[in-house]
């Protein structure tokens, strides 16, 4: 079984900024697409950035300019830099790997979560 899990999350001003990391229990980030995903209470779950190998990276709107993703495959762990932070990116932030292909992604495996709750 593969384990992703997530860490850096927190509780943090409106403005501030978090660092969150995901590190993959065996070399499964190599060659695949890795990415990171958010749900609220009551709202759907959200593609926030993914990074598909020797692809163009994916940024949701809502973050762009603001967020980064990256990735260590050396490493299996992936990255997101979160700047600016805004009331409304409080969610439960959820790491993924798996393919990608013709446009598409199938996130194979997923963490358990990490909560971001930003303060106004």
């Known amino acids: 079984q593969v384990q992703l899990v997530e860490s850096g999350g927190g509780l943090v001003q409106a403005g501030g900024s978090l660092r969150l990391s995901c590190a993959a229990s065996?070399?499964?980030?190599?060659?695949?697409?890795v990415g990171w995903h958010r749900q609220a209470p009551g709202k759907q779950r959200e593609r926030v950035a993914a990074i598909p190998t020797g692809g163009n990276l994916y940024y949701a709107d809502s973050v762009k300019g603001r967020f980064t993703i990256a990735r260590d495959d050396a490493k299996n762990t992936v990255f997101l830099q979160m700047n600016s932070l805004k009331p409304e990116d409080t969610a439960v932030y959820y790491c993924a790997a798996g393919a990608y292909s013709n446009g598409r992604y199938f996130w194979n495996y997923w963490g358990q979560g990490t909560q971001v709750t930003v303060a106004s």
């Open positions: 065996g070399r499964i980030f190599s060659n695949i697409a």
